[in-house]
């Protein structure tokens, strides 16, 4: 879904994130929020070279190309709400194209850090047995998945 | 006077002075869980042998004349997203029902190096996603002040536990308002450390560049005694910031002249209830009256804040809970046609419409 926010510029995501001081979403918030503009991506999900322009809502292929991508296998009555409640929530983040970052320095910590570096070496590792412990299904030497290929 | 209503300092001052045992307080926390939690519902996991056998043993060294640690023989109750060896960790979800770690997160080895009594696992929203306690795939918390009321989310079980003194500390992890939310809905004390402060190694994640783990007392100076233990430095998150920790437990009786407290104007909006209002002004005169200068301030980004959170956390989620593929660990769906169809499966079948709708979103 986010895909199609890529065209947004990135300074003023980043000029906002530093106010950050956002409550974890109210349960009943999808339902509430009214739509303000329609829009939506005129590009398609895989390309990822977005332009926002306003277009009409979500569509049922987009909520299925998504999932696909999730890998999450939903049914027909949660891609309907889906594709309301998404189509909703990605409406009310377009408020971010009005707010005006020219001059605005890029902030991304609160606290100056650095990138950390280790040095490259051998260290021990979990067990093979402990690692093994909580999978589904093992060999007791590996992990075991159903064939990747089908047989042709 | 029943040991559950005591602060931490108070319980300390008993195990210090010998009046109480370890055994004597974790007793007491057990059985007020056991009087209380069926109607509250904060807890998810509560091994009652295990958490005696940690207080016996830490009253045999009292006894023993040997050091113990700054939480020594105290309950601290753990969100159910942090990784401890071989208890059931389940992040509210069924997706990781079953699932019993092979490691410790920093944060628990850290409570266990302190002492600390580790009395039970409590409720959240499904991997801490939502703000109501409502969104756990295994039950509801209920706000122990009103039971017909939420404790708030997503570590609402670690505030109710507080709140309903079965346990005198516990451990959230703070989001986009996860620790300071439930907190305030419970009338406990709650804080959400700066980022980096606490080491996230073992924590499972939702958003890694917002996610914080923290504090919940029933006091201030629970709070600052908990996050003594559990802040600094840990290579193994490496976001975690290399700075010494302040003596919080330390320090925070001192008035706070020279402190200088922001008091943001855009965040008495409306929509804001009278009462919640009148609390908030209420706790800034007692900060002023302790000798903080208080000053408005404007912060006019703020209003955009909750649509940058839509974008930041999603993303991020989308990203963090890709590793649920039903192969390493986690729920795996009994049929499926390929390998791709069992990721699908496997994760259609075990995340709630929450979690769902986020990665959807993120992806």
């Known amino acids: 879904m986010l895909a199609m926010l890529i065209g947004l510029p990135f300074t003023w995501i980043v000029a906002a994130f530093s106010n950050v001081n956002s409550p974890d979403w109210p349960s009943g918030f999808f339902l509430r929020r009214q739509s303000l503009s329609s829009i939506r991506s005129t590009a398609s999900l895989k390309s990822c070279t977005l332009v926002l322009t306003p277009m009409s809502p979500l569509t049922t292929d987009d909520i299925r ?11 027909d009555d949660e891609i309907g709400r889906l594709k309301q409640q998404l189509g909703e929530i990605l409406q009310y983040v377009h408020r971010l194209d009005n707010v005006d970052t020219s001059g605005v320095e890029p902030m991304a910590h609160a606290v100056e850090v650095t990138n950390v570096f280790r040095a490259d070496e051998p260290r021990e590792s979990l067990p093979r047995e402990q690692a093994l412990a909580n999978a589904p299904q093992t060999d007791g030497r590996y992990f075991l998945v159903p064939p990747i290929l089908n047989d042709q | 006077m029943s040991l559950t209503t005591l602060t931490t300092g108070e319980l300390l001052d008993r195990l210090d002075r010998e009046e109480a045992t370890s055994t004597e307080v974790v007793t007491a926390y057990l059985d007020r869980i056991a009087a209380t939690d069926e109607q509250v519902g904060a807890f998810l996991h509560v091994d009652r042998e295990a958490a005696l056998q940690q207080a016996t043993e830490i009253d045999r060294r009292r006894a023993a004349g040997e050091n113990v640690g700054s939480l020594a023989g105290l309950p601290v109750a753990v969100k159910d997203n942090l990784c401890a060896t071989g208890t059931p960790t389940t992040c509210g979800s069924r997706m ?14 850290r409570l266990t190096q302190a002492d600390a009594v580790l009395i039970g696992r409590t409720n959240l929203d499904e991997f801490a996603m939502g703000s109501s306690c409502e969104n756990s795939a295994f039950q509801s918390t209920r706000n122990p002040w009103d039971l017909s009321r939420t404790p708030g989310g997503s570590s609402g079980g670690s505030a109710a536990a507080v709140a309903a003194q079965m346990a005198p500390l516990a451990i959230g992890s703070d989001t986009g308002g996860s620790i300071r939310q439930p907190a305030a809905f419970c009338g406990v004390v709650g804080l959400k450390p700066t980022y980096g402060r606490v080491s996230r190694y073992g924590l499972v994640a939702f958003a890694s560049s917002l996610d914080q783990i923290g504090p919940f007392a029933s006091d201030v100076s629970g709070a600052a005694l908990l996050l003594e233990a559990i802040a600094g430095h840990d290579a193994r998150d490496s976001t975690c910031i ?16 020279g402190l200088r407290v922001g008091i943001v104007k855009e965040h008495f909006a409306e929509g804001l209830d009278p009462q919640v209002e009148q609390a908030v002004r209420e706790a800034v005169d007692v900060y002023r009256s302790l000798g903080a200068e208080v000053k408005d301030v404007a912060l006019p980004h703020s209003q955009h804040s909750v649509a940058v959170y839509y974008i930041v956390a999603p993303s991020e989620a989308s990203s963090n809970l890709a590793r649920y593929d039903g192969v390493h660990y986690g729920h795996r769906a009994e049929s499926f046609d390929d390998l791709a169809d069992m990721y699908s499966v496997s994760r259609g079948e075990a995340f709630g419409d929450e979690v769902k709708r986020r990665i959807m979103l993120g992806t």
């Open chain 2, 96 to 109: 990781l029902e079953g699932f019993a770690p092979p490691y410790d997160a920093h944060v628990i080895a």
């Open chain 1, 65 to 75: 190309k998504v999932a696909a991508l999730a890998r999450l296998k939903v049914s």
């Open chain 2, 242 to 257: 290399d700075r010494r920790v302040p003596a919080y437990s330390q320090t925070v009786d001192q008035p706070l002249d």
